[in-house]
């Protein structure tokens, strides 16, 4: 198994980055074509499609070991312990950096360029992922594009953003660019079967109802409770009949996102905090007592956990929204007959009841309603305010 495997219906990006890591291999030894590599990548495609598991999986590579190698092996042979320790992210050579928060500030990113510059400890390359460059202020921005003009001895920048639009022009204009495709529904479900275990029916289900995002299916196959929120998430379409229901609607779906968010929070906060706590000395017990001197730490890492439940909680409602777009997808698929499978496959016949009880343009107009709601999110409307005009808008067809 090596480091490639995971990513999903992505051949012709797999072939340049195994190319791009035997090039880094002759830049270390001198021998062979270097043209290959570059410092800097810029790493796009939609979510899901799994540019940031590219990336971590280049990053691996780059360090691979394998004594194969030289043989013509291919980098990135999952079981060295180059390939191991970067995949895992103990790699002293390897930073993985996603933001937990809405943003990646100046302050951060200076962090970063600092600790980029260092030589690589092994000898190899100094790599630095960062899964979320679309997430950078400008300031931030403007920081990261001078590391990258003025790149360290054997430093590796792996940039990922869902769209090329999405980073900074003087930024991606430095970058070697590699564009990933959504996978095909297929694909992911063979994936969630033969890695996960889970059964063929549960993973073409969750494949087709995630529309190809890898790890957004894993979760609906895994998780009966995310099934029970989606399906809560579309039956929005049967239930806007009038205006207090319309405006109930969106209660209920804000609430559904906030209750995801609680349960990505709850798994996650709880060990964070006790980490904390034992790394800082506090007594032995639930609730121990604190060393003097650690209430600004604790407070920091609330302050963290807090922002990145405001991320939580959008991320998810951009989620659900995305489902509703593939409802009346569906909804439009019917009343132009131009597909036979839907996307929301397993509620045909809710999805046929609303189309037969409606026109295309009036479809067109919720599906747009529905986008607009995305983008006062992106701009930080009140997620309830946004949502309600959403619903109203939805109802009025």
């Not at 609607?249 to 609430?255: I, T, W």
């Not at 509703?324 to 036979?340: E, I, T």
Request: glycine share 8%; with cysteine; aromatic share 2%.
């Amino acid at each position: 198994m090596s480091v490639w495997d995971d990513l999903v219906g992505q051949n012709a990006v797999v072939e340049q980055l195994v190319t791009a890591a035997r090039s880094a291999r002759a830049v270390l030894s001198g021998e062979g074509d270097p043209s290959g590599m570059t410092h800097a990548w810029l790493f796009t495609g939609p979510p899901g499609s799994g540019r940031a598991t590219a990336a971590r999986a280049f990053a691996a590579a780059l360090q691979c070991t394998a004594p194969d190698l030289e043989l013509g092996g291919v980098p990135g042979c999952g079981f060295c312990e180059g390939c191991h320790t970067a995949l895992i992210g103990s790699h002293s050579d390897v930073e993985m950096v996603r933001t937990d928060v809405l943003s990646i500030g100046v302050k951060e990113t200076r962090e970063l360029v600092r600790s980029a510059s260092m030589s690589p400890a092994a000898g190899r390359w100094q790599v630095i992922v960062l899964e979320d460059c679309d997430r950078l202020t400008e300031g931030a921005a403007n920081v990261l594009l001078k590391a990258i003009e003025e790149p360290a001895p054997r430093t590796v920048w792996l940039l990922c953003a869902p769209s090329v639009e999405d980073a900074l022009p003087t930024i991606r204009s430095r970058c070697r660019l590699l564009v990933l495709r959504q996978p095909a529904v297929g694909a992911v479900a063979d994936v969630l079967v033969r890695r996960d275990g889970i059964d063929p029916e549960l993973a073409l289900f969750a494949a087709r109802a995630a529309q190809g995002h890898i790890g957004r299916a894993r979760r609906l196959a895994t998780d009966a409770s995310a099934r029970e929120r989606r399906a809560e998430v579309l039956a929005l379409p049967l239930r806007v009949g009038d205006l207090g229901a319309a405006l109930a609607g969106a209660q209920s779906l804000v609430d559904a996102a906030a209750a995801d968010a609680k349960q990505v929070a709850e798994e996650v906060d709880a060990k964070e905090t006790e980490d904390l706590r034992a790394a800082l000395g506090a007594a032995a017990g639930v609730g121990g007592r604190m060393p003097r001197g650690t209430a600004g730490a604790m407070k920091e890492l609330e302050d963290r956990q807090k922002r990145r439940a405001t991320r939580t909680q959008r991320d998810s409602l951009d989620r659900a929204l995305i489902d509703l777009c593939s409802f009346y997808r569906d909804v439009l698929a019917l009343q132009f007959a131009a597909s036979s499978e839907l996307t929301c496959e397993d509620l045909r016949s809710a999805v046929q009841r609303v189309a037969g009880g409606s026109t295309a343009e009036a479809t067109l107009r919720r599906i747009e309603a529905v986008l607009d709601c995305r983008r006062a999110l992106d701009r930080n409307v009140a997620p309830l305010l946004a949502v309600e005009a959403m619903t109203v808008a939805l109802r009025a067809g």
